[in-house]
């Protein structure tokens, strides 16, 4: 079983910057993938972004590259979602999760198996 604790969610300005982190324990991380998704009001989960422990390759949705990262430090087990050019579109709950692969991403998250209890981010215009 894998726990996911996810923090730093909040209220920004648009064009400002946010950089929730998600903490990991009760397995050994090499062994996931871990991803950030967000829902909006009314909206389906979305894919962010997603990241290989072990490896280091990342995935990034068209619609947050170039403005969004995922940064991991491997000693305190922890993924960030560095969020820079923050939009209003951008207010969402943002989860964080977990699923059992290392080489493939996968995108939808039906394939993942572990979830945070997800961090309020809101964007005002």
């Known amino acids: 079983q894998m726990h996911l604790v996810e923090s730093g969610g909040g209220l920004v300005q648009a064009g400002g910057s946010l950089r929730p982190s998600c903490a990991a324990s009760?397995?050994?991380?090499?062994?996931?993938?871990m991803g950030w998704f967000r829902q909006a009001p009314g909206k389906e989960r979305e894919f962010v972004a997603a990241i290989s422990w072990k490896t280091g390759d990342t995935a990034i949705a068209d619609s947050v590259k170039g403005r969004f990262t995922i940064p991991i430090d491997n000693p305190k087990s922890t993924v960030y979602l560095q969020m820079n050019s923050l939009k209003p579109e951008d207010t969402a709950v943002y989860y964080c999760?977990?699923?059992?692969?290392?080489?493939?991403?996968?995108?939808?998250?039906?394939?993942?198996?572990?979830w945070g209890q997800g961090t309020q981010v809101t964007v005002s215009s």
């Open positions: 009760g397995r050994d991380t090499s062994e996931f993938i």
């Open positions: 999760a977990a699923t059992l692969s290392v080489f493939f991403i996968p995108l939808e998250n039906r394939k993942y198996a572990y």
